[in-house]
């Protein structure tokens, strides 16, 4: 583009989110230093000290030879814990003391040992290298469950939260969902005698419901393990597809019993032989399949799941007098929850339409380019900055990194109000190379128009938030001649 750079109307709003950014975080900068934390050990005296739960970097043969530049992130976490700390309300810069709960973690890249397939006979998925080096961007969902109510919480950027629980941790380096967003560390050498660039980190959550019995925490991003997955269908199904080479017997299924693992059709079918008990339930049983996906992208009606380390805790007491000591890693049955690796779909399944008439013009299917403004949008709504930012181009991403984009999109619906929706259609243009798209959304108070430029690499140049543009003035309807017919009084 020429003229004004892209980033004009974004550095108008940086510039005022600057400064409220440096008021937010003045209280925590100018506070006196308090004795706790002035008697703070080095954080490399004892740098594994309350970690007390490990969880090592594991894939199975399948994963590996499914996917050659996997990842996975050996972690560590502290217990569940709970926070009384004065928040400021940024609509009122009021302070309220508000309980905050919070999970401090450590992760390492450890190596992953080869383990199947030594012969290497079964199939690979090899595709180009992806640019860069792989990016390091947790996420963390909280799920409550009380008397069958369900409630989720994405985790909450605060501050001065993170300032307190750093003293009380003696964790100087702690940083929160959005500071820790960076490449994946080297890997660390079986026999290192130090680990390489420790991640820690601290992911908060406030206004949990204080009623909640049952917590359920995902934390995904911690690897880059991925699969395409159809399903369930029944056992029968895959039988046949097994009979007509349409399935491996070392390819991996799931019953979708989240205390049970993945397997593969030929443990599966050997159990059959020998236990006419665990046959009949695995033939009555609806089963979810991994599917290979090819060069040309992922395979029809298959979605997306993701590698997600999950951990539950039981939390017998109630809303009074909340107590961090009330958080139990097993059930009221004794049940230990220990944590997991899994797969969780990254979108819930979309049910199946009917098949459109041979005759039936198929709807047009959207660009590559608005299909990625679509899920840019819905990372901002969804408050996955982090992810937002993944496909800027280094011009935009220095300008406009994750902290500042979360600010951005805070101060623009403080404006704007809430989001509320985007229009099913999208205008699209191609401006010097750059290919610009258009969606019209919905905001409480106003209307405004998302504007994201591509380049040919498919990086964000531009990212504006426009006003609508005004109607065009009616035209005015054509003056009376002198030979028209003029109308008669009564």
């Known amino acids: 583009?020429?003229?004004?750079?892209?980033?004009?109307?974004?550095?108008?709003?940086?510039?005022v989110v600057a400064v409220i950014a440096l008021v937010v975080n003045l209280p925590a900068q100018q506070a006196p230093s308090r004795p706790a934390a002035a008697k703070a050990a080095p954080s490399t005296s004892k740098p594994l000290r309350g970690f007390k739960i490990r969880v090592s970097s594991q894939a199975s043969g399948e994963e590996l030879n499914?996917?050659?530049?996997?990842?996975?992130?050996?972690?560590?976490?502290?217990?569940?814990?709970?926070?009384?700390?004065?928040?400021?309300?940024?609509?009122?810069?009021?302070?309220?003391?508000?309980?905050?709960?919070?999970?401090?973690?450590r992760a390492v890249n450890r190596p992953l040992p080869f383990k199947g397939d030594p012969n290497g006979v079964n199939p690979q998925n090899v595709y180009d290298q992806s640019p860069g080096e792989p990016l390091f961007?947790?996420?963390?969902?909280?799920?409550t469950n009380d008397n069958d109510s369900q409630k989720i919480y994405s985790d909450d950027i605060l501050p001065e939260a993170q300032a307190a629980i750093a003293a009380r941790e003696r964790l100087p380096q702690l940083k929160n969902s959005v500071q820790v967003v960076g490449p994946v560390p080297k890997v660390t050498p079986i026999d290192a005698k130090q680990d390489n660039a420790p991640i820690y980190g601290v992911v908060t959550w406030k206004g949990i419901d204080?009623?909640?019995?049952?917590?359920?925490?995902?934390?995904s991003g911690f690897s880059n393990g991925y699969r395409h997955v159809r399903g369930p269908v029944p056992f029968n199904t895959l039988s046949q597809a097994?009979?007509?080479g349409q399935v491996q017997r070392t390819t991996a299924i799931w019953n979708g019993d989240t205390t049970q693992?993945?397997?593969?059709?030929?443990?599966?079918?050997?159990?059959?032989?020998?236990?006419?008990?665990?046959?009949?339930?695995?033939?009555?049983?609806?089963?979810?399949?991994?599917v290979n996906p090819s060069a040309s992208g992922p395979p029809a009606g298959s979605i997306l799941w993701r590698k997600t380390l999950v951990q539950r805790y039981w939390r017998p007491g109630d809303a009074i007098d909340q107590d961090e000591a009330e958080f139990f890693m097993k059930g009221p049955n004794d049940e230990v929850f220990d944590p997991r690796w899994v797969y969780r779909p990254e979108a819930p399944p979309v049910r199946v339409r009917a098949a459109v008439p041979a005759a039936a013009t198929p709807p047009a299917q959207p660009s590559t380019a608005e299909t990625a403004a679509r899920e840019l949008l819905a990372h901002l709504n969804a408050g996955r900055f982090a992810k937002a930012t993944m496909t800027f181009s280094p011009e935009v991403l220095k300008a406009l990194?994750?902290?500042?984009?979360?600010?951005?999109?805070?101060?623009?619906?403080?404006?704007?109000?809430?989001?509320?929706?985007?229009?099913k259609t999208a205008k699209e243009t191609t401006i010097q190379a750059n290919q610009v798209v258009d969606l019209m959304c919905t905001f409480e108070k106003t209307p405004l128009i998302l504007r994201v430029s591509y380049n040919n690499k498919k990086q964000v140049v531009g990212l504006f938030f426009l006003p609508p543009p005004k109607p065009k003035p009616a035209t005015p309807k054509k003056a009376t001649g002198a030979d028209s017919p003029r109308p008669t009084s009564n």
């Open 137 to 143: 961007a947790p996420e963390f969902t909280l799920i």
């Open 401 to 423: 990194p994750a902290d500042k984009l979360q600010a951005l999109w805070q101060t623009l619906q403080a404006q704007a109000g809430a989001f509320q929706s985007v229009a």
């Open 242 to 244: 097994l009979a007509k």
């Open 261 to 290: 693992n993945w397997t593969n059709m030929h443990d599966l079918l050997e159990t059959s032989k020998t236990n006419p008990l665990k046959k009949q339930a695995i033939e009555a049983a609806s089963w979810f399949v991994v």
């Open 1 to 15: 583009m020429t003229g004004l750079s892209p980033l004009t109307p974004v550095r108008f709003v940086l510039a």
């Open 66 to 105: 499914q996917q050659t530049d996997l990842w996975v992130l050996e972690v560590r976490f502290k217990p569940l814990r709970l926070i009384s700390v004065n928040l400021t309300d940024p609509k009122t810069g009021k302070k309220t003391k508000q309980l905050v709960w919070y999970l401090v973690y």
């Open 210 to 219: 204080a009623r909640t019995d049952f917590v359920t925490i995902y934390m």
